[in-house]
Structure formats: C-alpha cells, structure tokens
C-alpha cells in the first residue's frame, strides 16, 4: 500500500493524524489477517511552502526539510503509529521524475511552456474518476494561477522551471522541480511496482492529487493503484476554532495535552470516511473510555503482548475464539472499526461482570480478549508494567498482610501513605494493587 506522507514544512495539524492512524490500524490489521504489507509513504522535502518558508527564514531548503521530518516522526512515535517500509524521499527520485515526464512529453501527452511542462489532461482516458464528476463541471470549478502558462485550466505541472535563487535540478526542459503529482506516481510505482493493491490519503486529496497521479499512469500504460481507500475529514466545531476555547492547535498540540491513545480511539469510533469532530471535549470524551480500558487491564494485571500478532496466534494467547471472529467480521467489512470497538467494549463490561460474581477465569479470558483485540488495533493497555520500588512493595506486602489480619487501622494508615506517595491503591481480591 502507498499512503502519501507529509510535506515537512510545518508542525503536523490533527488531519495529519487522522490518516496517519487510519493507515496504521489498516496496515496492522492486514497483518493480523496474515498478510505481508509492504508500505510505502513518501517525505515531500522539496515544494512551494518548504521554499517559501526556508526564503522568509534565510535557511536552505533542506534544513527546514529536515527540522520538520524530525518533527513528524516525533508525532508519529508518540502516536504509535509503526514506521512504513519504505519512507522515500522526494529529492532523492528526481532522475525518475525527469524520465517519467520525458515518456510522457514523447507521447505527445505533455507540452512544454515557458514556465515548465504539463499534463494535458483532455488526452487521458477516464479523467475525473476519482473525483466522481465529469469533465465539465470539473474544468468550470478549476483555475488557472497567475505565472501559470497552461493550455487548460485542469492541466498540471509536472516540472516547474526554477525562479532565480530556488533550489533546481538539471532536465531537457530547463532547470528545475518535479510537480507534487509526479512525485507519488514515481515513488510508488517504483517502490511497489505496476498494478500495486492499495493507495490511500485523506479525501482532500482524491482530486486533484491523485487523480493525477492516475492520469500519468494511464498517459504510461501502466496499471496503477488497483483499490482507493480516503479518509474523511477532521472537524474542529466551526466557530469554536478560536484559542480561548482550548481547541488544539495541532497534533503536536494535542499530543502535549492529551493521551496519544485516546486521539487513536477517538479515531476508531468513527467510521474511517465519515468525519470527525476533534476538541478538547471529544478527546476527553476518549480519554474517560481509554481509562475504562486500563482499569480492566489493572484489574486482571494484563499488558499488551508484543508486536506480530495474527489471528490463530492471538486465540493462541488467550483471545476468545469467538470474539475474535466477531472481531474480523467487523474489520472485514469496509473496516467497521465502530463495530469493532463496540465489540471489545462489550466485551470489558462482561469480564467485569464475571470476575463480579466470582467466575475469575471467564473474567480473565475475556480480558485478555479485551488487551489482544486493543492491541490489535494498536491501542496499547497500560495494566501491568508498572514500576514499584523495593520500600513501596515492603510496604504494599505489609498491607496486605495487616488485612489478611484484620488490622483495619494499619491498612488503612499504608494506603494514606501509599496515596501521599501519587499512587492509586485499589483493593482487588490478590490483594493491594497499584497504580500511578
Ligand atoms: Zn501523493
């Protein structure tokens, strides 16, 4: 699958997010499925906003590049989002870019103007499929730039010559840049090769980006992306946009106020096309159900297993049969993961239940259940896992032993100074259990 990455100009914005953890839950779940994923998502590293902003900053292009790829891996680590395979960069494919535009100029498909080289996009068969509307009405709703010489208005660059003092690369039409949509073509055919499975983005970039991209490849003759998967929107409440009311600012805002998991549940409730609402009380909204979760982890002392999980291995590990499978109906289906979450929620309030009335081992295997199917879906649980010192444990076993005792008194004077020490002391039927 290809998934078209960020252009590292800026901080990450929360839409960044979105498809980011949308591909990530896609990606992982194939591979639960059993499938081997090859992933390939780009670093735009060279483009108009990089330029401007390294011009306006008096830095080099390929310090702001760098500063702001440092930045996005960040988010993506803090996200838990895994890396792809293969994270090409722009600047490094510009031969391939000058080849391919070369095709396409000797097809008679592109025209050379005194600004660059572009697509003309009336010669290519099915223009305007993903966009899902005719050709028409999409030329009425185009325009063209000023400094843009092109035939057409739905017409696209797919080499810009370079201004005075922009950064420039050597080709038959002058020196100069790739255009963004030559730059995905390239990268992913290359990396995945003709015919590949999957290309995916969020829905802003369906027309014109990927619609262009498609165009080259059938200008080329070569099969491309065989499926289309776009996300939707992410909203942030209209009017409720300004500061005072807290709305983030970015993901990197977000992450530095809230736990990265509950932006990923938030993201899991929604079906991936439909849009989401992303504010502070949404996210906390998601943080109260994430702690729901990491209770039931506490209570059954239960972390999340390590990475390679597939479906046979986690019945293997403990997952209930049964649920899993409902668990993949669900995934199955156009990835419903709000039927999926619904499931494992479900399934949290009946390993409470049972562990309630006494069935320790139901409670247990449907937990369990709760963590493998969470993590999954890369939603770790934090149960157990956690640190406690040498002092703290002597004193949380003298606790347990002044209860077993029934020195009420001493018990209770322990979990004071438990609690003055920042834990959360719970009394479970094992005994003290802890947590920050
Ligand atoms: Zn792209």
């Known amino acids: 699958m290809y998934v078209c990455g960020p ?47 390294a011009s306006a900053e008096g830095r080099t292009e390929g310090e702001v590049a760098a500063q702001y790829e440092e930045v996005w891996w960040k988010a993506m680590d803090a996200l838990g989002v ?18 391919l535009v070369g095709d396409l100029v000797a097809r008679g498909l592109a025209y050379e103007t005194d600004d660059g080289v572009y697509l003309s996009v009336d010669r290519i068969d099915g223009y305007g499929l993903l966009a899902r509307q005719p050709l028409d009405s999409l030329r009425a709703g185009a325009r063209i730039d000023p ?17 005075p003092g922009e950064p420039s690369w050597a080709s038959p039409w002058g020196e100069g840049r790739p255009g963004w949509h030559t730059e995905c073509v390239v ?32 200008g080329l003759e070569r099969p491309f992306a065989r499926h289309w998967v776009h996300n ?28 990265a998991r509950a932006y990923r549940l938030l993201v899991l ?23 729901r979760l990491d209770d039931l982890a506490r209570r059954f002392a239960l972390s999340a297993p390590a ?28 990835l419903d993961t709000p039927g999926a979450l619904a499931g494992i929620f479900e399934l949290s309030r009946q390993a409470n239940v049972a562990a309630d009335a006494g069935d320790a081992a139901l409670g247990a295997r449907l937990a369990t259940t709760v963590v493998i199917l969470c993590a999954v879906v890369g939603v770790a649980l934090a149960g157990a896992g956690v640190e406690v010192d040498g002092p703290t444990a002597a004193l949380v076993a003298e606790r347990d032993a002044a209860r077993a005792a029934g020195d009420w008194a001493r018990a209770d004077q322990i979990r004071d100074e438990l609690t003055g020490a920042g834990w959360v002391v719970e009394d479970g039927a094992e005994g003290t259990r802890l947590h920050r």
Request: charged content about 25%; overall charge negative.
């Open 147 to 163: 400094g843009e010489h092109k035939r057409s208005p739905l017409d696209f660059a797919l080499w810009k010559r370079a201004k």
């Open 269 to 291: 409730r929604a079906h991936y096309r439909s849009p989401i609402e992303v504010t502070p009380a949404t996210v906390d909204q998601a943080e109260k159900s994430l702690a």
């Open 82 to 99: 895994l890396r792809p395979s293969d994270t090409p960069h722009a600047t490094a494919y510009i031969d391939k870019m000058v080849t």
């Open 307 to 334: 990475g390679g999980l597939t479906a046979p291995r986690a019945v293997e590990a403990g997952a209930d049969a049964d649920a899993v499978a409902s668990f993949v109906a669900c995934m199955d289906d156009d």
């Open 7 to 53: 252009t590292v100009y800026d901080v990450p914005h929360l839409g960044h997010g979105r498809f980011s953890l949308v591909f990530d839950v896609l990606r992982r779940y194939l591979e639960f499925r059993g499938l081997d994923v090859h992933y390939v998502s780009n670093i735009t590293d060279i483009d108009d906003h990089i330029i401007t902003r």
């Open 232 to 259: 939707g929107w992410v909203m942030v409440g209209g009017e409720k946009m300004s500061k005072s009311l807290g709305n983030f600012t970015s993901l990197t805002d977000l992450l530095g106020r809230a736990d």
């Open 187 to 218: 990268m992913s055919l290359d990396l995945l090769g003709d015919g590949f499975d999957l290309h995916g983005g969020g829905i802003d970039l369906a027309f014109p980006h990927h619609e262009n991209e498609r165009a080259q490849a059938v």
